[in-house]
């Protein structure tokens, strides 16, 4: 139960409001963001992305590029309230920086195109916000382009995300002919005129009043049935009162009922003041959100948002700088000082915080201290990684951290001079360290240090900071592809003995295993896989990880083997899905079944019947029919309609499947599945296809079977 908090620490925590930026590429995110800083008057001059002069997109190759690579954390003030604001990236390539900025947030603004809706890494930043439980209000931006229509948007947000869209605003005007909004809440028109802060309130247009009464009544039948409070009042009155509405808009908001929509157009200026209002007024403060919970020794502990707390803060992004390396916290509960200990509760060590840091994007400001709530970057700890727990040392704690996406690309990087293989060892790791979805290793076969990450444009970042920020001189090999291996036909009763002796007490396990593809949903968590025009059946929607999908069970009777050793057996033949039999490669979706087994009175061993487990499945994989699969993804191409006819047979040509097709405005948007592999080089095919008009974007979908005649290539060794 929460202690008693003293009044200024409420009004602290209250008028606090951690939140992140969502939205696809392009949609106008950072625009949006550099909009809110510049209205709420933290920064005295508009940041564009076309001129290289945004405040959150501040590394050069996010200038240079035009979009968000890294999430950045900025702050300001609107209506007496602390906005801490994470920007955060829309290419799905960097899908992996929005799933840690949102391990840590409290709300976020979903941004939407007025013209697009919804599109496809929409659609995954919102599913990675359902995840950690996120409440969200959309911002449908864009609204005086041609073609936009924020009707569409709105039905677009219910039918693709599955949500109630709240709509408090109506649009004045369309396209070029937007100029402001009317607030169906408090029944008044904002209107701006060109520049900024030219924003008036007045009265609602005469000739869309009798639309804003419509709409207002329909938010209000809406809410209705979404809240008792405002069923009670809608049916004793007819109607639901503004003071009962924003009320019930804030708590449909927190709980994720439903979702307030409003629009605007960031690039001019308007739409931002009410997004604003909105941020304050419906999403939750830190004392809004639950405690956070965390484990210590087995034991499951709750942490409320309590200054005077035991202090517990979760590490959501490590940066190495020119002036040293900066570990981002947010604080969660107690309080954190310069100049104390604090504990790293999952490695087991002490760190010292020798300052700490009010984060404004690449610029920084010392504090002396920094309270539950807060979002910080602190200097001292030299070994707290991505997803570290620090703590008060004499109150351990582990929190959750954020999860790590599974690579699914490739490249060999050598460096040209031998003197400097040292120091690409010592530049990858720190490039680990800051981006855990990366992964470096060195080849067995091939000595090759390969890095490893989300896409090829995730990889071709990377390599840019090592020449860049490292200095060194790099060649980079072909992209490949990470492939996985599942098991189509199984084998039952394989019997294995593990007998091992050298001296003194030997090693004895005995097993019996069962091994079957894994069917139905269990077999992974990617969602549905595609066969990317590949002639097979769709396959089960595995994630791609070692080990996906993998189910053990015992079916032992009578004591044959102890609870024990079949844990050791289990663990065993986790082991074995590291390398499977075709080439290698990490095996997902498989079931394997302790069927009998015996022990030695003397030289059984968990270490014995382990290793036993190991060897035992990996023979009973050489003894099944195996099959080799690709990671698949969606791609959505974006085309002028006299172009559709070549970029659909490109699409064929490198094996893809097309999903459907729709027309908005003179292009017609092409969804595909199409196999990973096979989408090397298209950013510069469909450049040359379209003339530079097409544009496209993929989304992971799973995994798949690799066709025969490319499958037997493949697995060569």
């Known amino acids: 139960m929460r202690t008693q908090l003293d009044r200024n620490v409420v009004d602290h925590l209250t008028r606090t409001r951690n939140l992140g930026i969502l939205a696809h590429v392009d949609a106008g995110k950072t625009t949006t963001t550099e909009r809110i800083l510049y209205v709420t008057g933290a920064t005295y001059k508009r940041g564009e992305v076309h001129d290289g002069t945004t405040v959150t997109d501040f590394d050069p190759q996010e200038r240079k590029r035009g979009i968000t690579i890294f999430a950045a954390a900025v702050s300001c003030t609107w209506a007496d309230h602390r906005i801490n604001l994470i920007d955060t990236p829309g290419h799905v390539d960097f899908a992996d920086e929005v799933e840690r ?75 070029d002919g937007f100029t402001g909004v009317v607030d169906l809440v408090r029944m008044r028109s904002l209107v701006w005129a060109d520049g900024p802060g ?69 690039y001019r200026d308007r739409g931002i003041e009410p997004l604003l209002d909105a941020v304050v007024g419906y999403l939750p403060s830190p004392l809004d959100v639950p405690a956070v919970r965390g484990t210590w ?60 840091l009010h984060v404004q994007a690449d610029r920084h400001t010392e504090l002396d201290r920094a309270v539950a709530g807060d979002i910080i970057a602190v200097v001292g700890p030299k070994a707290a990684r991505t997803g570290a727990t620090l703590c008060a040392p004499d109150a351990p704690l582990v929190l959750e951290p954020p999860t790590a996406a599974e690579p699914v690309m490739s490249v060999a990087v050598e460096v040209r001079r031998n003197s400097d293989t040292e120091r690409l060892a010592s530049a990858l790791a720190r490039l680990v360290e800051e981006d855990p979805s990366l992964v470096a290793r060195t080849d067995r076969e091939t000595g090759q240090t390969v890095l490893s990450g989300l896409g090829e444009l995730h990889l071709e970042v990377a390599v840019e900071k090592l020449r860049r920020d490292h200095g060194l001189e790099v060649t980079v090999g072909r992209p490949q592809v990470a492939y996985r291996e599942t098991v189509v036909r199984g084998v039952s009763g394989l019997l294995y003995r593990h ?54 069970e015992s079916t032992v009777v009578g004591g044959r083997v102890p609870k024990e050793y079949v844990r050791a057996v289990e663990a065993g033949c986790r082991d074995a899905l590291t390398e499977g039999p075709l080439g290698g490669h990490p095996v997902i979706g498989l079931r394997v079944t302790l069927t009998d087994g015996a022990t030695h009175a003397k030289d059984s061993s968990e270490l014995a019947f382990r290793t036993a487990g190991r060897l035992a499945l990996r023979e009973a994989l050489r003894a099944s029919t195996m099959a080799l699969l690709e990671p698949v993804v969606e791609v959505t191409v974006t085309v002028p309609e006299d172009a559709v006819g070549g970029v659909l047979g490109d699409l064929s040509a490198r094996r893809g499947r097309v999903v459907g097709s729709t027309t908005r405005a003179g292009t017609v948007v092409v969804t595909a599945s199409v196999p990973l592999a096979e989408l090397f080089g298209y950013a510069t095919q469909l450049r040359s296809r379209t003339q530079g008009r097409g544009t496209f974007t993929t989304r992971p979908t799973g995994y798949a079977p690799v066709p025969a005649t490319l499958a037997a290539g493949l697995t060569a060794r």
């Open 499 to 552: 007998v091992k002796q050298d001296g003194g007490a030997g090693q004895y396990a005995h097993v019996v295993l069962d091994v079957a593809p894994l069917a139905g949903d269990a077999a992974g968590a990617g969602g549905p896989a595609h066969d990317g025009g590949s002639g097979h059946d769709d396959g089960p929607g595995f994630d791609g990880a070692a080990g996906a999908g993998f189910g053990f």
């Open 198 to 266: 030219s924003y008036q309130e007045a009265e609602v247009p005469e000739e869309l009043r009798a639309e804003a009464v419509r709409r207002r009544r329909a938010l209000e039948e809406t809410v209705a049935e979404l809240h008792p409070g405002a069923l009670e009042e809608f049916c004793d009155r007819a109607e639901v009162s503004t003071p009962t509405l924003v009320e019930a808009l804030r708590e449909l908001t927190r709980t994720g009922s439903g979702v307030v929509v409003l629009g605007g157009s960031a």
């Open 297 to 356: 020794q087995g034991a499951e502990l709750d942490r409320e948002t309590d200054p005077a707390a035991p202090f517990a803060g979760l590490v959501f992004k490590v940066n190495s700088t020119a002036t040293g390396r900066l570990t981002y916290l947010r604080v969660y509960s107690g309080t954190i000082r310069k100049g104390e200990t604090v504990r790293d509760a999952g490695a087991g060590r002490t760190e010292r915080i020798a300052r700490i």
């Open 101 to 175: 900025a949102l391990r840590v947030l409290d709300g976020a603004v979903a941004v939407f195109d007025g013209v697009a809706g919804v599109e496809p890494q929409s659609e995954s930043v919102w599913r990675q916000a359902d995840r950690y439980g996120v409440p969200r209000i959309a911002f449908v931006n864009k609204l005086d382009r041609a073609g936009a229509d924020f009707d569409a948007a709105i039905r677009s947000i219910r039918d693709r995300l599955g949500v109630v869209p709240l709509v408090v605003q109506l649009p004045i005007g369309r396209e």
